[in-house]
Nanobody, 126 residues
């Protein structure tokens, strides 16, 4: 069982930045590909970004490319989501997820992830 704890959410004005962190309780953090998803009020959960076990092959939602960066620090069991030039449309609860299978590719579907955090609220005011 892996526990994921997100932090770093908050209220920011449009054009501002936030950095989300997610720390995992996994003994072998490098066994897990990591991802970020978000769910806005009244909408379905959507993929935002994902990164492989060794930190390469990042994937992004088209609307966040060039603004968001996913990275991981394996020695600290932590994955980050740096969010720049935030827009009101980015307002959502952001969830960290871990995938512990043997896929040879970076997962991007919610169904491919095995563990989820509780989420952290990001609110972008216009």
């Amino acid at each position: 069982q892996v526990q994921l704890v997100e932090s770093g959410g908050g209220l920011v004005q449009a054009g501002g930045s936030l950095r989300l962190s997610c720390t995992a309780s996994a003994r072998t953090f490098t066994s897990y590909a990591m991802g970020w998803f978000r769910q806005a009020s009244g909408k379905e959960r959507e993929f935002v970004a994902a990164i492989s076990r060794i930190g390469d092959n990042p994937y992004y939602l088209d609307s966040v490319k060039g603004r968001f960066t996913i990275s991981r620090h394996n020695a600290q069991n932590t994955v980050f989501l740096q969010m720049n030039r935030l827009e009101p449309e980015d307002t959502a609860v952001y969830y960290c997820a871990a995938e512990g299978g043997s896929r040879l590719y970076t997962p991007v579907l919610a169904s491919e992830f095995d563990y989820w955090g509780q989420g952290t609220q990001v609110t972008v005011s216009s």
